[in-house]
């Protein structure tokens, strides 16, 4: 009972409401709600907490630490990135930039394929905008998409070989 969808039908079940008399209790409209059910549209958490205190439920969201499954590959990467996060700031944003955009121009010219073609034109963004927050949580992030962007960073080359040593040896 994972899915927001599944949630939501199943307290309907359990009430015996349909989905005109849930239109007619919170104001949205019967296709909204079929579209809801269905997965067609997504349902964000406050969105379910409305519907489902109609039917007199509320949503309670448990949130717990998880530690992702990574490839020995994938941490290392994330270590070294997470140690650069620590430096990371408008000032070494500028000063690594001319090494940033050597990589970025050698590993243009070497990668082929999605999503690697997508994810340096994601960097080459970031970089360019000075996004210091989204870069933050590329270099950081566990999700998909962030492993994805750091197996084509541009950012090679900015950790002293110590650092580099310290970063792979602290546990995390």
């Known amino acids: 009972m994972s899915d927001r969808n599944d949630v939501l039908r199943e307290v309907m079940l359990e009430t015996s409401t349909t989905q005109s008399e849930l239109s007619r209790l919170s104001g949205v409209r019967q296709p ?15 969105q379910l907490d409305r519907l489902l205190s109609c039917m007199g439920y509320r949503l309670q969201v448990v949130r717990k630490p ?8 994938e941490r290392r990467s994330w270590q070294l990135h997470r140690r650069l996060s620590t430096h990371l700031n408008r000032s070494s944003l500028n000063e690594w930039r001319p090494a940033i955009e050597r990589n970025l121009n050698r590993l243009t010219s070497q990668v082929r394929g999605q999503p690697h ?15 210091l927050p989204q870069l933050h949580r590329v270099l950081t992030g566990l999700d ?10 541009p950012m090679s ?4 070989p ?11």
């Open 32 to 46: 909204s709600i079929s579209k809801f059910m269905s997965g067609t549209i997504d349902l964000s958490d406050d």
């Open 66 to 73: 998880v530690q992702p499954t990574l490839t020995r590959s």
């Open 117 to 131: 073609v997508r994810n340096l034109d994601r960097w080459q963004q970031l970089i360019d905008n000075s996004d």
């Open 144 to 153: 998909r998409d962030s492993i994805e962007m750091r197996e084509v960073s």
């Open 157 to 160: 080359g900015l950790l002293s």
């Open 162 to 172: 110590q650092e580099r040593t310290d970063a792979l040896r602290t546990p995390a």
